[in-house]
Every structure is written in C-alpha cells, then in structure tokens.
C-alpha cells in the first residue's frame, strides 16, 4: 500500500496487515474475517479481494466495486494503475481471465478462456499501454500486450508456473518452484 503497509492472505483466506494500516485495511479485514477471500491485490491505494464463489470486490477511496466475474473460485488477482479505480485483472478456476475496470458501465472483459484453472496473472503499464500475463495450471504462459492486431505470446517454462510479474519496460518474469525466467518481448 501507499503508506508501506504489506497485506497478505493467511491460509483461512483472513487478512494480515504488517504496517500502520488505515482504515481501509481495517475495513478489508473486518470484511474478511466473515467472508474469506482466495486471491488478493492493491494498487492506486485501492485493494482488490476474489472470493470463493467468483465475485472480485474492490475497495477504495471511491467506495466498494463488486462484480461477479468467474464461475467458481478466483485463483488469481491483480491490479494496476495510479488512478482510482485501479484496471483489476482475475483469473478463476473456470479458467477464464478477466480484466475490468470499476465504476464503467461495461462490466468485466474476458482476455481469454481455457479449459484449465488460471494459477497466476499479472497486469502493468508499460510503454504502448496496460498488458496482462497470465498462467494456466496445464503450464501456459500467454502475454497480451497493447495494441490492434499484436497476436498474444505464448511460451511453456516446462515446470509449474507460480507467480508472473511484468516491468514497466514490458519483459515478463515467469516464477516456477525451481527457476526465474525473464522474457523480453521484441
């Protein structure tokens, strides 16, 4: 968070705030403590929370954004942006990814679709606009970058992927149990 404050998930899907806190991690919190959430993400001092039965609530400055996004579990969030709301990219165990940006009449925008549950997303701006990697259990890494008519990039580390992170400058970190990959797209 803006104010230093690091959040994470326990194992009960319960949060944990290391830092001063605010009154918005406390309002997470107090929120979670009855309504567990499986995957979590903050940026634009907002924090983003999927839940187990697919809804992605966003709270923020503005208020509280809650939209239904996936059928089943989201298994992976995250948010970018400087601007409040933050764009807010989740991925479900109905192995579908989507992004979507709060308080826009259009609700959430699949990215893409497969029949395997989505491990990781990650979404940044970079230099040509916001992009968004994401991982499926079966292995597939694909990265989406801005711009009409760029074909995603797919790539398969081999080992099971666990974490994605994108740069400013647009290179894709790929995280499995044993290895750091780092991809520069051309």
């Known amino acids: 968070m803006p104010d230093t404050t690091l959040l994470l998930l326990d194992e009960r899907g319960r949060l944990r705030a290391h830092g001063p806190g605010s009154a918005l991690t406390e309002a997470v919190a107090s929120t979670l403590a009855a309504h567990p959430g499986t995957a979590l993400a903050a940026a634009a001092g907002a924090v983003a929370v999927g839940d187990r039965a697919g809804s992605v609530h966003l709270f923020g400055p503005a208020g509280l954004h809650q939209e239904a996004s996936h059928r089943g579990r989201v298994t992976a969030l995250a948010a970018a942006g400087r601007e409040e709301p933050p764009l807010v990219v989740s991925g479900g165990a109905d192995g579908a990814v989507r992004r979507w940006r709060p308080g826009r009449r259009r609700g959430p925008r699949t990215v893409a679709e497969r029949p395997h549950p989505v491990v990781a997303v990650h979404t940044a701006d970079t230099p040509g606009g916001p992009a968004v990697a994401m991982a499926w259990a079966d292995g597939l890494v694909r990265l ?8 995603p990039l797919s ?3 081999g080992p ?21 990959v780092v991809l520069r797209p051309r």
Not at 144 to 151: C, L, V
Not at 160 to 180: I, K, Q, S
């Open 144 to 151: 989406h970058r801005p711009g009409r008519g760029r074909a």
């Open 155 to 157: 790539f398969r580390p």
């Open 160 to 180: 099971a992927v666990r974490a994605l992170a994108l740069t400013p400058d647009g290179a894709l970190a790929v995280g499995t149990d044993e290895t750091l």
